[in-house]
């Protein structure tokens, strides 16, 4: 069997920060203890991504805020995608295994299958969905030192209650997706 790669993404609905999607494929046997990212704690992700960094090749495809209220969530998936697999560098022939409904992936690929929870039923696509998660995160910690007044390290942009008061009480920041209903109807 050849190269069987997964794709997931995180941050899709959030208010602010960046999308991430991520294409693995496993270089050696995965670590156990794998699923959706959801399902795990904070905790058991960090412990498991560095033996998926080690287990997997990983293509990361950010897509930035502003890229997102330009082009939609649709179109910034299809970017995310793209950069991911740019990146990862498969053949065009490669199984992809991509979360959810929709693909999101350029016509050239011609062997992928969409799977409705692929992160809690495939392995390499858990382990995509685990490493965007904990990138991500990452991320919007360091971006909570930039925006302190808005909390990122504890709710990752997401639209909590601490995130609302935040927008209420502050307006948005540079990060915010704009174009999101939920930001503009707090902004005001």
Not at 117 to 144: C, F, T
């Amino acid at each position: 069997m050849g190269v069987v790669i997964g794709v997931d993404e995180v941050g899709r609905g959030s208010w602010a920060g960046p999308l991430l999607v991520v294409a693995a494929y496993a270089r050696t046997d995965l670590p156990e203890g794998l699923a959706d990212s959801k399902l795990l704690s904070r905790q058991q992700r960090e412990m498991l991504v560095d033996d998926i960094k080690t287990s997997c090749e990983l293509g990361e495809g950010w897509v930035q805020p502003e890229e997102i209220d330009q082009h939609g969530l649709a179109r910034a998936m299809r970017i995310g995608v793209s950069r991911a697999l740019i990146m990862l560098a498969p053949a065009f022939d490669e199984e992809i295994i991509m979360d959810g409904l929709v693909n999101y992936c350029p016509p050239e690929f011609t062997n992928v299958k969409c799977v409705v929870n692929a992160d809690g039923l495939h392995p390499i696509v858990s382990a995509a969905s685990i490493y965007a998660k904990v990138q991500r995160d990452h991320l919007m910690v360091r971006l909570s030192q930039l925006y302190p007044v808005y909390r990122f390290d504890k709710h990752v942009g997401y639209g909590t209650k601490l995130h609302s008061n935040m927008l209420k009480a502050h307006g948005p920041c540079r990060i915010h997706r704009k174009s999101y209903k939920p930001v503009q109807l707090l902004a005001v």
